[in-house]
């Protein structure tokens, strides 16, 4: 998992519109610098702690916009799903899909997981903070869904 200081991984994925229009078009991660990007990765859309987590993202998007940062959520599920997912909950956020989970993997959130006894593999609800030259500035590895959102308004507040 890269860490604070290490420059974020670059990719290019299929994305839903930040603003929840319904375009659609890749997203660059280093094509969005100078902004400060909130990159965070979810195991599944519509699922409660997803939709929990991305509901937060959008009542407070207007807030990380003027502190000058994009939000853009990540998981392995198909552009398709991405957009029903934002049109069922009117999300104002861009979802990006990693079908292929190589993003997934250079962030190393792709991990072993157990749940009931069962072993599988599976997106660690993860977030990174990355600076307007593509630096790592803050990693949360394991998120916690509440209160998550606003910890990281207040990170990127902090960036200044």
Known sequence: MPQTGDPAPDFTLPATAPDGSGASAPLTLSALRPKPVVLYFYPKDDTPGCTTEALDFTRLAAQFQAAGAMIVGISRDTLAKH??????????????????????????????????????MGIRRSTFLIDGKGEI??????????????EVLEAVRALG
Do not use: N
């Open 83 to 120: 957009q029903k997912f934002c049109d069922k909950h009117r999300l104002g956020i861009a979802l990006a899909s990693d079908e292929d989970g190589a993003v997934c993997e250079a962030y190393g959130v792709w991990v072993e997981k157990t749940m009931y006894g069962r072993t599988s």
């Open 137 to 150: 500035v803050q990693v949360w590895p394991k998120v916690s869904v509440k209160g998550h959102a606003e």
